[in-house]
């Protein structure tokens, strides 16, 4: 993100769509991720036509897919592919700062403009604003006395990936300064953790509250997950960069199980939370292999855990909504699920 604003472009995230994937089908076979078969549909149906360009990271092998099928039919001005390395070693970090290298250089062709260290800078400086502001917004939803629900706090992150990011900063600090008073009480709701793969919209979070729970937090990537950690300003500024993609909270593309559960863990403690509920998008297998450890930890802890397998990243229906309903009822009852 830093690098395409220091290009003086606004980075913004590419919605999966609202389940839709049909136009997927001539191209990715039906049993591929959802999520990677909804961009597909969006690009192919022309609702990603106002964008300038892409950067398609080969995250896993849809990832990978994606970016051959767009770079044959869809095309476009700018497509630029970036490898991310799993580790955050010494080794992967210069290998990263290379890729960082050779997306500035990209960039700088497409742009046709030098990009400045002082560029980068400025950029690193007004992302590192906006995860402080989604950071204390994200409090906001903890509280069982404010005015902010998780489904709010949803709309306000996505708000912050597809915005200009200095128009987000300035609307953010008013939002503060604004809502930050107490007159809500939402103390009788069970307080819930929602984690696993990427959550289009925000039906899930408003299914889980219309059931009568609280998202107090999450671990997701259209979530807080998104905006942690800081860019250190003081170091080379694509070292910095690189730093922060890879040491940052992570996805299960990114990091181990361990580290995975030990982070939800922490956080449902942390937030209170009396459940979590674990999203998984059919076909990601990285998320799903974390499900049976997860579960065993959390039963260790007597945290019940609801697993939601979905075959849209935005979809919801009348069996989820039953499955969310008992869960919470089973959290109101202070029962517990193994
Ligand atoms: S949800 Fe899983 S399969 Fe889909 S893009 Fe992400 S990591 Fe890849």
Known sequence: EELIMAAGFTPCRIESGDGREEGADAFLPANLCPYVRGLLDSALSGRCDGLHGVVLVASCDAMRRLADIWTLYVGGRFIHRLDVPRRSDCLAENFFVEQLRGLRSALEREAVRRIADDDIARAIETLNETRKLISRISLLRTDPFSPLTGSEFAAIARCAVESDKERFNTEARRFLSA?????????????????????????????????????????????????????????????????????????????????????????????????????????????????????????????????????????????????VEAFIELLEKGSRQD
């Open 179 to 323: 809502f930050g008073g107490k007159v809500k009480d939402r103390t009788e709701r069970p307080r819930v953790l929602l984690c696993g793969s990427i959550v289009n919209g925000f039906a899930l979070q408003e299914l889980i509250e219309d059931a009568g729970g609280a998202v107090v937090t999450d671990d997701l990537c259209t979530g807080l997950r998104h905006y942690d950690g800081l860019v250190d300003a003081s170091s080379d500024p694509l070292r910095g960069i690189a730093r922060r993609y890879l040491r940052r909270a992570g996805c299960a593309r990114m990091k181990g199980a361990d580290a995975r559960i030990r982070r939800l863990l922490g956080l449902a403690k942390e937030h209170g939370a009396a459940g979590v509920v674990y999203h998984t998008l059919k076909f990601c297998d990285l998320v799903q292999a974390d499900l049976p450890r997860l579960r065993e930890a959390l039963r260790q802890e007597g945290i019940p855990l609801l697993h939601v397998d979905r075959d849209g990243a935005s979809a919801a229906g009348g069996q989820l909504t039953t499955r």
